[in-house]
């Protein structure tokens, strides 16, 4: 139990300092034993019109605020910058590690004790997880949870997912321009966020792996009356955290992380996973790196039917058991199932009695989807530092291909190309100049649609390489996070039209079957593109990012500074 808290540094002071933060605060009607020393609870709010997965955390945030008080704690909700992955421009991406920035900042700056984090489109999690590591209170996870399952004309419709086919099926004509637009409203009929296992879900099953949110968490719906209870439930119990001195760090360990990537595995996880978690193991000061990703999710058996990897809905995943129904079946092959968590059992424990209500859904180690479901992890000449695809979301007969490149520099130049480039089923599609650096921000582009002749011909997918992302609602044949990026003179920016590419997932690599000389040759000719702003935060974004194999952070936000007490101003 502690007795001296981080927040009795602004309250307890009995000169001007005290009266100023007692008074000023007053004014919202806090009565004199809010101040007598009590855990200040911080509840950092991504709510905005402009997030719609988040919008709904207004409300979750008063359940919270209920458990903080029936806990004896004083909560204090906050907002920092939120990133709503469908309007923001160019990508979100660019902007996940300046959240995390605010993030730290406000916590460090106020008299916080410990923090619910309210998490829920994809790069809120990793921003405000991110933020709250290099500060290292208590800390607990509250995410919004995913909209209600999509129906259109009798069948489910996956957020995200089912886009990506309407938009193929537009462009060859198969879908009429009044369908797509009554598909609309039928994919979206709920608060929440994505209701595939794209990124949020994600990110809502890996914090939940990693003990950092209460078990059930990740899946409920967003407007199933249970997850406020459990946001009531967390408030409380972030207020018990606080007494016990149990911060961030001590949840979120490597084993927590070790966990958390054979976990992705097996629920068919967001490609996106592998940036998010080097970038948090980097603020844990963890070492972590993409071959621990590609080892630990090896031969993890695929258990959850899901979109993009399956068929099924985060709701379905709801009611067959969530995630405390995946980790009790994965028992012994998690790794470490005696990881703290936030409830103060281990993994384990708070998984003992879960159960598996629908094996459609959720199906057993000995009967999995598919028996190899990690993340892989390619190297070789095309990607000295490595780069990621999905085996789980991409065609079994495209994982050993050899094709000839079809290059892109850049999605205007793809944009203006693709349904005219010289090419076949068995092309391997390139694009440069879309990694963190370049674009800048490392949109969710490498799922590109296919040339609508090949479309037209019935080829449903084909390699696609690039330097950037791929939405986690998204599925193909893709390498992602080519490292080092073309920007900063990475081979991808050396492959030409006709060149032989050798994609071989089994064997990890991925080479580009050009004589070095020639390579050197076109190393030499090689120039790099201008600086992508002169000022502002993408100027700062861009002269301190780094490359995806090491989670696209800034360099200098690296690591932590813990909690002291800034001195006072007055
Ligand atoms: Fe917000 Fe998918 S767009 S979670
Ligand atoms: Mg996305």
Same mark, same amino acid.
């Given at each position: 139990?502690?007795?001296?808290?981080?927040?009795?540094?602004?309250?307890?002071?009995?000169?001007?300092?005290?009266?100023?933060?007692?008074?000023?605060?007053?004014?919202?009607?806090?009565?004199?034993?809010?101040?007598?020393?009590?855990?200040?609870?911080?509840?950092?709010?991504?709510?905005? $019109?402009?997030?719609?997965?988040?919008?709904?955390?207004? #409300?979750?945030?008063?359940?919270?605020?209920?458990?903080?008080?029936?806990? #004896?704690?004083?909560?204090?909700?906050?907002?920092?910058?939120?990133?709503?992955?469908?309007?923001?421009?160019?990508?979100?991406?660019?902007?996940?590690?300046?959240?995390?920035?605010?993030?730290?900042?406000?916590?460090?700056?106020?008299?916080?004790?410990?923090?619910?984090?309210?998490?829920?489109?994809?790069?809120?999690?990793?921003?405000?997880?991110? #933020?709250?590591?290099?500060?290292?209170?208590p800390t607990l996870v509250v995410n919004g949870g995913p909209m209600l399952n999509g129906r259109f004309r009798g069948r489910q419709l996956g957020s995200g997912t089912d886009v990506w086919r309407f938009a193929d099926a537009r462009r060859t004509g198969a879908m009429s321009a009044a369908d797509m637009s009554a598909a609309e409203a039928c994919m979206s009929r709920s608060a929440g966020h994505c209701n595939t296992m794209g990124t949020a879900s994600t990110m809502a099953c890996w914090v939940e792996s990693m003990g950092l949110s209460l078990p059930g968490m990740g899946a409920l719906p967003a407007v199933d009356s249970r997850r406020a209870a459990l946001a009531h439930v967390s408030g409380s119990r972030i207020v018990e955290l606080v007494r016990e001195d149990v911060r961030l760090s001590a949840i979120a360990t490597r084993q927590?992380?070790?966990?958390?990537?054979?976990?992705?595995?097996?629920?068919?996880?967001?490609?996106?996973?592998?940036?998010?978690?080097?970038?948090?193991?980097?603020?844990?000061?963890?070492?972590?790196?993409?071959?621990?990703?590609?080892?630990?999710?090896?031969d993890v058996p695929l258990l959850v039917d899901l979109m993009p990897a399956g068929r099924h809905l985060m709701e379905d995943f709801c009611y067959a058991g969530g995630l405390p129904a995946v980790l009790r079946e994965l028992g012994d092959r998690l790794p470490h199932p005696h990881a703290p968590t936030v409830t103060g059992g281990t993994l384990a424990e708070n998984t003992a009695d879960a159960e598996v209500f629908d094996r459609e859904v959720i199906r057993s180690v000995a009967d999995p989807l598919r028996s190899d479901a990690g993340l892989a992890v390619l190297r070789g000449n095309l990607a000295p530092d490595g780069a990621v695809i999905k085996p789980a979301a991409a065609s079994p007969r495209l994982l050993r291909h050899a094709g000839r490149a079809v290059v892109f520099h850049g999605v205007e130049d793809l944009h203006a190309r693709i349904d005219t480039v010289d090419c076949d089923a068995d092309s391997v599609f390139v694009l440069t100049g879309v990694g963190p650096r370049g674009?800048?921000?490392?949109?969710?582009?490498?799922?590109? #649609?296919?040339?609508?002749?090949?479309?037209?011909?019935?080829?449903?997918?084909?390699?696609?390489?690039?330097?950037?992302?791929?939405?986690?609602?998204?599925?193909?044949?893709?390498?992602?996070?080519?490292?080092?990026?073309?920007?900063?003179?990475?081979?991808?920016?050396?492959?030409?039209?006709? $060149?032989?590419?050798?994609?071989?997932?089994?064997?990890?690599?991925?080479?580009?079957?050009?004589?070095?000389?020639?390579?050197?040759?076109?190393?030499?000719?090689?120039?790099?593109?201008?600086?992508?702003?002169?000022?502002?935060?993408?100027?700062?974004?861009?002269?301190?990012?780094?490359?995806? $194999?090491?989670?696209?952070?800034?360099d200098f936000l690296v690591g932590g500074s813990g909690a002291p007490v800034p001195p006072g101003n007055h």
């Open positions: 139990m502690v007795d001296s808290l981080r927040s009795h540094g602004w309250f307890r002071d009995e000169g001007v300092l005290g009266f100023t933060h007692r008074s000023w605060l007053r004014n919202q009607g806090h009565p004199d034993h809010a101040f007598d020393g009590r855990p200040v609870i911080g509840i950092c709010q991504t709510a905005s $019109d402009l997030t719609p997965c988040n919008a709904h955390l207004r #409300g979750l945030a008063e359940h919270v605020r209920r458990g903080v008080y029936e806990a #004896g704690g004083l909560p204090m909700e906050f907002p920092v910058t939120s990133l709503g992955e469908v309007l923001m421009r160019p990508t979100t991406m660019l902007f996940r590690n300046l959240v995390s920035m605010d993030v730290e900042e406000t916590l460090r700056a106020n008299p916080l004790d410990g923090v619910v984090l309210l998490t829920g489109c994809d790069k809120t999690t990793p921003a405000l997880l991110m #933020g709250a590591a290099s500060v290292d209170l927590a992380l070790e966990n958390a990537v054979v976990v992705n595995a097996a629920i068919g996880g967001s490609s996106n996973f592998a940036v998010h978690l080097l970038a948090l193991a980097g603020r844990l000061g963890v070492p972590f790196g993409l071959d621990d990703v590609d080892r630990l999710g090896r674009f800048p921000g490392m949109p969710e582009v490498g799922n590109f #649609g296919l040339p609508k002749r090949l479309l037209d011909a019935g080829v449903d997918d084909a390699v696609r390489i690039s330097d950037g992302r791929m939405s986690g609602t998204a599925f193909g044949t893709v390498v992602l996070h080519v490292a080092p990026e073309s920007a900063v003179g990475g081979p991808l920016a050396l492959v030409r039209d006709g $060149d032989l590419v050798e994609l071989d997932v089994p064997a990890r690599s991925l080479h580009l079957a050009v004589p070095e000389e020639e390579l050197a040759r076109r190393r030499a000719e090689w120039t790099p593109p201008p600086r992508a702003a002169e000022r502002g935060w993408v100027r700062l974004y861009v002269d301190h990012v780094g490359q995806a $194999d090491t989670g696209v952070d800034l």
